[in-house]
């Protein structure tokens, strides 16, 4: 969740200050990654999200707010030994 007004006023309103937010997106959760890596646990990232439901849920103002993304974590299967979903490619039909 990020607030581009805040970044904005931040930044002067300069032209990579939406930049910054993805950037800063990426280090968070980086560093997401290396805090769930070092519990033995599994990371993930996604920018698959509905802005709408998400504010709605958590009671964020959508002019105000905006859902970059979520990173989630969990047990890691051992047996499994997978590390990606793989679905099939597009093809043409």
């Not at 990371?43 to 905006?66: I, K, Q, S």
Request: charged content about 25%; hydrophobic content about 40%; proline content about 4%.
């Amino acid at each position: 969740m990020a607030r581009p007004r805040r970044n904005h006023w931040k930044y002067r309103r300069h032209a990579k200050a939406y930049k910054v937010l993805m950037l800063d997106s990426g280090h968070l959760s980086q560093t997401f990654y290396l805090a769930a890596a070092s519990l033995g646990l599994g990371a993930f990232y996604t920018a698959a999200l509905n802005d709408g439901d998400f504010c709605e849920r958590f009671g964020f103002d959508p002019a105000e707010h905006v859902v970059i993304g979520a990173n989630g974590l969990g047990i890691i299967d051992e047996e499994k030994q997978e590390l990606h979903f793989l679905p099939e490619p597009l093809t043409a039909a």
